[in-house]
């Protein structure tokens, strides 16, 4: 059984840029969960995708997108990004929608 | 709004003590997972629990459910430096627009000295 795996694992941009996050869930798990976790928090709710449409979304701007294929792996999108932005981003994956989740192990984004 | 409050925010203990991890909310939530994280990686799953009352054991670690299913708290017997880490808990709210959302507590940074 393969974990959740996530790319890149870091990665740094500048103010203003666009930056693609990818995703592959754990093998026959159809939902895709976002997180974003600043230093020293817990990880916030970004969306949910289940079954290719999104699911459910926290408190986030609309530059923050994302995207489910039909193998369930998932892309996050951030554009005009800030510096606020600079924080590990989670993939975490379920079975349709179950409150159980599993996460990855993140991608480091720093912005400058 | 924190709507799940951990405590204490810092542990630092020896190794061979006790120690409890409180969750408290003022929401009512369908279940409540807790999680292990290593500095740099993601959240490790350590146990889920959805029933008011509920008392799951995991080796030296005991995570129970409160009765009205608004708090937890993770109890570690006999604490080894392994066990050092930031622990999270998290609940999750069933139906309408939360489905699927896990709410996280800040998270406690627990270090356990040799």
């Known amino acids: 059984e393969t974990g959740v795996t996530q790319s890149p694992t870091h990665l740094i941009k500048t103010r203003g840029q666009q930056v693609t996050l990818r995703c592959s869930s754990q093998s026959g798990h159809n939902t895709v969960s976002w997180y974003q976790q600043a230093l020293g928090q817990g990880p916030q709710f970004i969306f949910q995708y289940y079954r290719e449409e999104e699911n459910g979304r926290g408190n986030f701007p609309p530059r923050f997108s994302g995207l489910q294929f039909p193998n369930y792996s998932s892309e996050l999108n951030v554009n005009a990004l800030e510096l606020d932005d600079s924080a590990l981003y989670l993939c975490?994956?379920?079975?349709?929608?179950?409150?159980?989740?599993?996460f990855g192990p993140g991608t480091r984004l720093l912005v400058l | 709004t924190q709507l799940l409050k951990q405590s204490p925010q810092f542990l630092s203990i020896q190794e061979g003590e006790n120690l409890t991890v409180y969750c408290n909310s003022s929401s009512v939530f369908s279940s409540l997972q807790w999680y292990r994280q290593e500095p740099g990686e993601g959240p490790v799953l350590l146990v889920t629990?959805?029933?008011?009352?509920e008392v799951k054991k995991l080796k030296r670690l005991t995570f129970q459910f409160g009765d009205a299913r608004k708090d937890s708290s993770l109890h570690i017997t006999a604490a080894q430096t392994g066990d050092t880490g930031l622990y999270l808990c998290a609940g999750a709210k069933a139906g309408g627009t939360s489905y699927g959302k896990l709410t996280f507590g800040q998270g406690t940074i627990l270090t356990v000295h040799p």
């Open positions: 629990v959805v029933t008011g009352g």
């Open positions: 975490a994956s379920s079975l349709d929608r179950a409150e159980t989740q599993y």
